[in-house]
Protein backbone atom coordinates (compact mmCIF):
# COMPACT_ATOMS: atom_id res chain seq x y z
CA UNK A 1 0.00 0.00 0.00
CA UNK A 2 1.38 3.39 -0.80
CA UNK A 3 1.15 6.73 0.70
CA UNK A 4 -1.75 7.78 -0.70
CA UNK A 5 -4.19 4.96 0.59
CA UNK A 6 -2.51 5.35 4.18
CA UNK A 7 -3.74 8.42 3.97
CA UNK A 8 -7.05 7.95 3.17
CA UNK A 9 -6.99 5.36 5.83
CA UNK A 10 -5.91 6.98 8.25
CA UNK A 11 -8.36 9.96 8.11
CA UNK A 12 -12.40 9.57 9.62
CA UNK A 13 -13.54 12.67 7.49
CA UNK A 14 -11.83 14.01 3.82
CA UNK A 15 -12.25 17.02 1.79
CA UNK A 16 -11.65 17.01 -2.10
CA UNK A 17 -10.75 20.54 -3.76
CA UNK A 18 -9.78 20.93 -7.06
CA UNK A 19 -9.38 23.71 -8.94
CA UNK A 20 -11.02 27.20 -10.11
CA UNK A 21 -13.12 26.47 -13.67
CA UNK A 22 -12.84 23.04 -13.50
CA UNK A 23 -12.38 21.03 -16.64
CA UNK A 24 -12.99 17.58 -17.35
CA UNK A 25 -9.76 16.36 -15.73
CA UNK A 26 -10.67 18.10 -12.41
CA UNK A 27 -13.94 16.82 -12.71
CA UNK A 28 -12.99 13.32 -13.24
CA UNK A 29 -10.52 13.32 -10.73
CA UNK A 30 -12.51 14.53 -7.95
CA UNK A 31 -15.02 12.13 -8.58
CA UNK A 32 -12.18 9.67 -8.95
CA UNK A 33 -11.50 9.59 -5.68
CA UNK A 34 -14.52 10.08 -3.91
CA UNK A 35 -15.91 7.04 -6.06
CA UNK A 36 -13.04 5.10 -5.05
CA UNK A 37 -13.71 6.09 -1.40
CA UNK A 38 -17.08 5.34 -1.29
CA UNK A 39 -16.86 1.94 -2.86
CA UNK A 40 -14.03 0.84 -0.51
CA UNK A 41 -13.94 2.65 2.81
CA UNK A 42 -17.46 2.20 3.48
CA UNK A 43 -16.88 4.10 6.58
CA UNK A 44 -15.59 7.37 5.87
CA UNK A 45 -17.03 10.86 5.10
CA UNK A 46 -16.40 12.45 2.25
CA UNK A 47 -16.95 16.00 0.18
CA UNK A 48 -15.83 17.73 -3.16
CA UNK A 49 -16.39 21.46 -3.10
CA UNK A 50 -16.04 23.14 -6.72
CA UNK A 51 -17.45 26.14 -8.72
CA UNK A 52 -19.65 25.65 -11.10
CA UNK A 53 -18.68 23.36 -13.99
CA UNK A 54 -20.51 21.60 -17.24
CA UNK A 55 -23.83 20.71 -17.14
CA UNK A 56 -22.88 17.38 -19.49
CA UNK A 57 -20.49 16.13 -16.57
CA UNK A 58 -23.54 15.50 -14.19
CA UNK A 59 -23.96 12.17 -15.25
CA UNK A 60 -20.77 10.67 -13.29
CA UNK A 61 -22.03 9.35 -10.09
CA UNK A 62 -21.19 12.01 -7.03
CA UNK A 63 -21.97 14.75 -9.45
CA UNK A 64 -25.25 16.07 -7.97
CA UNK A 65 -23.28 15.43 -4.74
CA UNK A 66 -20.34 18.18 -5.16
CA UNK A 67 -20.70 21.24 -3.18
CA UNK A 68 -20.56 25.10 -4.44
CA UNK A 69 -20.62 26.64 -1.19
CA UNK A 70 -18.65 26.95 1.94
CA UNK A 71 -19.67 25.32 4.94
CA UNK A 72 -18.09 25.48 8.31
CA UNK A 73 -16.19 22.43 9.18
CA UNK A 74 -12.64 20.88 9.63
CA UNK A 75 -11.45 17.77 7.92
CA UNK A 76 -9.37 15.45 8.46
CA UNK A 77 -7.76 14.94 5.58
CA UNK A 78 -7.67 17.64 2.45
CA UNK A 79 -6.81 16.38 -0.92
CA UNK A 80 -6.03 18.74 -3.76
CA UNK A 81 -6.48 17.62 -6.81
CA UNK A 82 -4.90 18.94 -10.51
CA UNK A 83 -3.86 22.24 -9.08
CA UNK A 84 -0.78 23.96 -9.10
CA UNK A 85 -0.42 25.78 -6.48
CA UNK A 86 -3.02 26.60 -3.41
CA UNK A 87 -4.06 29.68 -5.37
CA UNK A 88 -6.13 27.60 -7.88
CA UNK A 89 -8.43 26.34 -5.06
CA UNK A 90 -10.20 30.22 -4.96
CA UNK A 91 -12.32 30.11 -1.63
CA UNK A 92 -12.13 26.63 -0.83
CA UNK A 93 -8.83 26.97 0.05
CA UNK A 94 -9.60 27.42 3.36
CA UNK A 95 -10.34 23.61 3.97
CA UNK A 96 -6.52 22.77 3.11
CA UNK A 97 -5.48 25.26 5.63
CA UNK A 98 -7.76 23.94 8.27
CA UNK A 99 -7.05 20.45 7.52
CA UNK A 100 -5.52 18.14 10.22
CA UNK A 101 -3.18 16.36 7.29
CA UNK A 102 -3.14 17.53 3.68
CA UNK A 103 -1.89 15.90 0.43
CA UNK A 104 -1.76 16.66 -3.16
CA UNK A 105 -2.08 15.00 -6.05
CA UNK A 106 -1.09 16.99 -9.80
CA UNK A 107 0.67 16.48 -12.84
CA UNK A 108 1.31 20.22 -13.93
CA UNK A 109 4.84 20.57 -14.47
CA UNK A 110 4.53 24.27 -13.27
CA UNK A 111 4.02 22.74 -9.61
CA UNK A 112 6.22 22.93 -7.05
CA UNK A 113 4.42 20.99 -4.84
CA UNK A 114 2.94 21.52 -1.59
CA UNK A 115 1.29 19.86 1.36
CA UNK A 116 2.07 16.93 3.41
CA UNK A 117 2.24 14.27 1.03
CA UNK A 118 2.65 15.51 -2.21
CA UNK A 119 2.33 12.93 -5.49
CA UNK A 120 3.67 14.89 -8.65
CA UNK A 121 3.13 13.33 -11.85
CA UNK A 122 4.50 15.48 -13.96
CA UNK A 123 4.78 12.04 -16.60
CA UNK A 124 1.13 11.96 -16.61
CA UNK A 125 -1.27 13.00 -19.30
CA UNK A 126 -3.87 13.82 -16.54
CA UNK A 127 -4.26 14.06 -12.98
CA UNK A 128 -6.95 11.65 -13.85
CA UNK A 129 -4.11 9.11 -15.35
CA UNK A 130 -1.80 9.87 -12.12
CA UNK A 131 -4.06 8.84 -9.83
CA UNK A 132 -4.87 5.51 -11.59
CA UNK A 133 -1.30 4.79 -10.28
CA UNK A 134 -2.37 5.45 -7.16
CA UNK A 135 -5.25 3.25 -6.47
CA UNK A 136 -5.11 -0.63 -6.54
CA UNK A 137 -6.28 -1.61 -9.95
CA UNK A 138 -8.59 -4.71 -8.64
CA UNK A 139 -10.54 -1.95 -6.66
CA UNK A 140 -11.43 0.50 -9.45
CA UNK A 141 -15.07 -0.09 -9.90
CA UNK A 142 -16.72 0.98 -13.03
CA UNK A 143 -17.75 4.24 -11.76
CA UNK A 144 -14.38 5.31 -10.74
CA UNK A 145 -13.76 4.10 -13.81
CA UNK A 146 -15.57 6.06 -15.96
CA UNK A 147 -14.82 9.66 -13.94
CA UNK A 148 -11.35 8.78 -14.56
CA UNK A 149 -11.80 8.20 -18.57
CA UNK A 150 -13.49 11.21 -18.91
CA UNK A 151 -10.50 12.79 -17.11
CA UNK A 152 -8.07 11.31 -18.97
CA UNK A 153 -10.21 11.93 -22.86
CA UNK A 154 -10.75 15.74 -21.90
CA UNK A 155 -6.33 16.79 -20.82
CA UNK A 156 -5.65 14.33 -24.15
CA UNK A 157 -8.30 16.28 -26.68
CA UNK A 158 -9.77 12.68 -27.27
CA UNK A 159 -5.90 10.90 -27.32
CA UNK A 160 -4.59 13.78 -30.23
CA UNK A 161 -2.54 15.93 -27.88
CA UNK A 162 1.31 15.67 -27.56
CA UNK A 163 0.96 14.68 -23.89
CA UNK A 164 -0.67 11.54 -24.84
CA UNK A 165 1.63 8.10 -23.87
CA UNK A 166 1.96 4.66 -24.30
CA UNK A 167 0.90 4.51 -20.89
CA UNK A 168 -1.80 7.16 -21.17
CA UNK A 169 -3.34 4.26 -23.93
CA UNK A 170 -2.93 1.25 -22.06
CA UNK A 171 -4.58 2.95 -18.34
CA UNK A 172 -7.54 4.69 -20.74
CA UNK A 173 -7.99 0.50 -21.87
CA UNK A 174 -8.00 -0.80 -18.87
CA UNK A 175 -10.79 1.69 -17.34
CA UNK A 176 -13.14 0.53 -20.76
CA UNK A 177 -12.41 -2.66 -19.29
CA UNK A 178 -13.88 -1.48 -15.90
CA UNK A 179 -16.79 -0.44 -17.65
CA UNK A 180 -15.97 3.08 -18.81
CA UNK A 181 -18.42 4.01 -21.82
CA UNK A 182 -15.78 5.31 -24.18
CA UNK A 183 -18.05 6.72 -26.83
CA UNK A 184 -20.87 7.92 -24.39
CA UNK A 185 -18.22 9.98 -22.75
CA UNK A 186 -16.68 11.19 -25.75
CA UNK A 187 -19.52 12.31 -27.89
CA UNK A 188 -21.57 13.30 -25.22
CA UNK A 189 -18.99 15.77 -23.21
CA UNK A 190 -16.36 16.14 -25.72
CA UNK A 191 -18.21 17.16 -29.27
CA UNK A 192 -21.45 17.83 -28.32
CA UNK A 193 -21.89 21.77 -28.14
CA UNK A 194 -24.68 23.48 -27.22
CA UNK A 195 -26.39 26.32 -29.42
CA UNK A 196 -24.85 28.63 -27.29
CA UNK A 197 -21.16 27.20 -27.35
CA UNK A 198 -21.41 27.01 -31.22
CA UNK A 199 -22.57 31.00 -31.34
CA UNK A 200 -20.15 31.87 -28.65
CA UNK A 201 -17.20 29.56 -31.33
CA UNK A 202 -17.97 31.21 -34.23
CA UNK A 203 -17.67 34.90 -32.59
CA UNK A 204 -14.05 34.08 -31.02
CA UNK A 205 -13.28 32.84 -34.20
CA UNK A 206 -14.67 35.47 -36.46
CA UNK A 207 -12.58 37.76 -33.69
CA UNK A 208 -9.60 35.52 -34.36
CA UNK A 209 -6.42 37.27 -36.31
CA UNK A 210 -2.99 35.97 -36.85
CA UNK A 211 0.20 37.63 -36.14
CA UNK A 212 4.37 36.62 -37.48
CA UNK A 213 3.91 35.44 -40.31
CA UNK A 214 0.93 33.45 -39.40
CA UNK A 215 2.54 31.30 -36.98
CA UNK A 216 0.58 33.03 -33.99
CA UNK A 217 -3.07 33.02 -33.65
CA UNK A 218 -5.16 35.49 -31.22
CA UNK A 219 -9.35 36.00 -30.57
CA UNK A 220 -10.26 37.82 -27.67
CA UNK A 221 -13.52 38.57 -26.15
CA UNK A 222 -14.71 41.13 -23.76
CA UNK A 223 -16.95 41.24 -21.33
CA UNK A 224 -19.91 43.03 -23.27
CA UNK A 225 -19.99 40.15 -25.90
CA UNK A 226 -20.16 37.58 -22.92
CA UNK A 227 -23.24 39.98 -21.49
CA UNK A 228 -24.93 40.99 -24.81
CA UNK A 229 -25.06 36.86 -25.41
CA UNK A 230 -26.17 35.75 -21.78
CA UNK A 231 -23.07 33.29 -21.94
CA UNK A 232 -20.24 32.16 -19.51
CA UNK A 233 -16.97 31.06 -19.66
CA UNK A 234 -18.65 27.42 -19.90
CA UNK A 235 -19.71 28.43 -23.03
CA UNK A 236 -16.62 28.75 -24.46
CA UNK A 237 -14.81 25.48 -23.86
CA UNK A 238 -12.82 24.18 -27.36
CA UNK A 239 -12.10 27.44 -28.18
CA UNK A 240 -8.67 27.35 -27.81
CA UNK A 241 -8.17 24.15 -29.60
CA UNK A 242 -9.92 25.38 -32.61
CA UNK A 243 -7.91 28.64 -32.90
CA UNK A 244 -4.80 26.12 -32.15
CA UNK A 245 -5.61 23.58 -34.95
CA UNK A 246 -5.65 26.54 -37.47
CA UNK A 247 -2.59 25.26 -40.54
CA UNK A 248 0.79 27.08 -40.45
CA UNK A 249 -0.12 28.28 -36.57
CA UNK A 250 2.49 27.05 -34.17
CA UNK A 251 1.07 28.86 -30.91
CA UNK A 252 -2.52 29.93 -29.62
CA UNK A 253 -3.80 32.55 -27.50
CA UNK A 254 -7.64 32.75 -26.45
CA UNK A 255 -8.04 35.35 -23.63
CA UNK A 256 -11.66 36.52 -22.32
CA UNK A 257 -13.30 39.21 -20.42
CA UNK A 258 -15.07 37.19 -17.77
CA UNK A 259 -16.75 37.69 -15.41
CA UNK A 260 -14.71 40.64 -14.32
CA UNK A 261 -14.12 43.31 -15.92
CA UNK A 262 -10.43 44.30 -16.78
CA UNK A 263 -9.42 40.70 -15.83
CA UNK A 264 -8.58 38.55 -18.58
CA UNK A 265 -8.44 34.66 -18.92
CA UNK A 266 -5.56 33.53 -20.72
CA UNK A 267 -5.32 30.12 -22.24
CA UNK A 268 -2.44 29.09 -24.49
CA UNK A 269 -1.19 26.29 -26.55
CA UNK A 270 1.15 25.07 -29.01
CA UNK A 271 1.95 22.27 -31.29
CA UNK A 272 6.01 21.40 -31.55
CA UNK A 273 8.17 24.63 -30.56
CA UNK A 274 6.79 27.03 -27.85
CA UNK A 275 7.10 26.19 -24.45
CA UNK A 276 3.67 28.15 -23.60
CA UNK A 277 4.35 26.99 -19.54
CA UNK A 278 7.12 29.32 -19.37
CA UNK A 279 5.12 32.31 -21.22
CA UNK A 280 2.15 31.64 -18.78
CA UNK A 281 4.77 31.88 -16.07
CA UNK A 282 5.94 35.17 -16.30
CA UNK A 283 2.46 36.49 -15.35
CA UNK A 284 1.98 33.98 -12.34
CA UNK A 285 -0.09 31.27 -14.05
CA UNK A 286 1.96 27.86 -15.63
CA UNK A 287 0.35 24.82 -16.54
CA UNK A 288 2.17 22.12 -19.13
CA UNK A 289 4.74 22.67 -21.66
CA UNK A 290 1.91 22.66 -24.70
CA UNK A 291 -0.70 23.91 -22.82
CA UNK A 292 -1.14 26.81 -20.18
CA UNK A 293 -3.08 29.25 -18.81
CA UNK A 294 -2.90 32.86 -16.39
CA UNK A 295 -4.56 35.63 -15.27
CA UNK A 296 -3.97 39.34 -16.44
CA UNK A 297 -5.35 42.76 -15.51
CA UNK A 298 -5.51 45.75 -17.79
CA UNK A 299 -5.87 46.69 -21.46
CA UNK A 300 -6.51 44.07 -23.67
CA UNK A 301 -4.24 45.04 -26.64
CA UNK A 302 -1.42 46.12 -24.21
CA UNK A 303 -1.87 42.06 -22.81
CA UNK A 304 -1.95 40.88 -26.34
CA UNK A 305 1.59 42.76 -26.90
CA UNK A 306 3.30 41.21 -23.79
CA UNK A 307 2.13 37.61 -24.35
CA UNK A 308 2.89 37.59 -27.59
CA UNK A 309 6.29 39.14 -27.36
CA UNK A 310 7.17 36.44 -25.17
CA UNK A 311 6.03 33.51 -27.91
CA UNK A 312 7.82 35.87 -30.50
CA UNK A 313 11.06 35.27 -28.93
CA UNK A 314 10.65 31.28 -28.29
CA UNK A 315 9.96 31.44 -32.24
CA UNK A 316 13.17 33.74 -32.81
CA UNK A 317 15.43 31.28 -30.84
CA UNK A 318 14.24 28.43 -32.73
CA UNK A 319 14.90 30.08 -36.05
CA UNK A 320 18.13 31.15 -35.12
CA UNK A 321 19.26 27.40 -34.23
Not at 78 to 93: K, P, Y
Not at 146 to 175: C, P, W
Amino acid sequence: MNDFLREIEKANSIVLLGHTRPDGDCVGSCLGVYNYVIDNYKDKEIDIYLDDFKQEFMFLRGADKILHQKKDKIYDLCISIDSGDLDRHGEFVTYFNTAKRTMSVDHHISNEGFGDVSFLKTECSAAAEALFTLFEEDKIGQECAESLYLGIVHDTGVFKFSNTTRQTMEIAGKLIEKGARSTFVIDGTFYKKTFKQNKMLAKALEASFLMFDGKVIVSCLTKDVFDENDATNLDTDGVVDALRITDGVEAALWMYEYPKAGTFKCSLRSNELVNVNLVAGAFGGGGHVRAAGCEIEGDKDKIILKVTDLIKEQLDSYNKL
